[in-house]
């Protein structure tokens, strides 16, 4: 099966500094590549996505990378800001299973 | 749209005691998921369906059983609970094909088993 590895676990920065966290899977069929953000106390939330044909997406301060010789990916947030801290998950997926797995998760403390 | 629907919001069991965690998708969605999150291990799978009839195991099923026979309900039943299954669960719902393969997550059960 498929196996998501998320690096760092915890990350701390300050407030308009840039923010990197990376994922590696094991599937080379996975073809999904979602990030999803999780405030404290409330439900996972998708912040962007990519597939397996781009390698790269944007969405305002937000970016997603794909390397898929090297089945990583990773996620870019620019100019952070106090309300980006969260717990950050990565995950991967066929999408013909309809079934996610996921990061470990990154704790992103923004400091004002 | 109400979207995906959990409850009960918060529920204390004892050891060997049974329940239903209920869930509903009002998004006509087939692909229905279960997981479960502990701290530090992320979200784990625990079982999913593809449409109605239609389960299959995840990550970490045993203790569990599903059944679907809507497209709308997914309940996930703990058999004898265990304080190992202290947990939060979620269950998500996501389309089948089409232009979007986000899943959307109901807001959480906080389970307490002691």
């Known amino acids: 099966g498929e196996n998501v590895e998320q690096h760092p676990s915890t990350l701390s920065v300050q407030e308009g500094d840039s923010a990197v966290i990376k994922c590696t899977y094991s599937?080379?069929?996975?073809?999904?590549f979602p990030w999803y953000k999780q405030e404290l106390g409330k439900r996972p939330q998708l912040i962007i996505d990519?597939?397996?044909?781009?390698g790269e997406k944007k969405d305002q301060r937000i970016a997603v990378t794909l390397n898929k010789t090297a089945k990583h990916f990773s996620l870019h947030i620019t100019e952070t800001q106090p309300e980006d801290s969260a717990v950050y998950f990565c995950?991967?997926?066929?999408?013909?299973?309809?079934?996610?797995?996921f990061g470990q998760g990154t704790i992103l403390t923004v400091h004002p | 749209n109400a979207g995906v629907t959990q409850t009960p919001k918060f529920q204390v069991l004892k050891t060997g005691q049974s329940m239903t965690l209920q869930c509903a998708q009002d998004?006509?969605?087939?692909?229905m998921s279960w997981y479960r999150q502990d701290p530090g291990m992320g979200l784990r799978l625990i079982h999913y369906?593809?449409?109605?009839?239609?389960?299959d195991q995840g990550e970490v099923p045993n203790g569990y059983n599903v059944s679907r026979s809507t497209t709308e309900d997914f309940p996930l039943r703990l058999l004898s609970a265990a304080p190992s299954q202290t947990s939060v669960y979620f269950c998500?719902?996501?389309?089948?094909?089409?232009?979007?393969?986000?899943?959307?997550f109901g807001p959480g059960t906080r389970l307490t088993v002691t």
């Open positions: 998500a719902s996501s389309e089948r094909g089409g232009l979007s393969y986000e899943q959307y």
């Open positions: 599937d080379s069929a996975s073809n999904y």
């Open positions: 990519i597939r397996s044909n781009v």
């Open positions: 995950a991967a997926a066929r999408t013909s299973y309809g079934k996610l797995t």
């Open positions: 998004m006509n969605h087939e692909y």
């Open positions: 369906s593809v449409g109605a009839g239609i389960t």
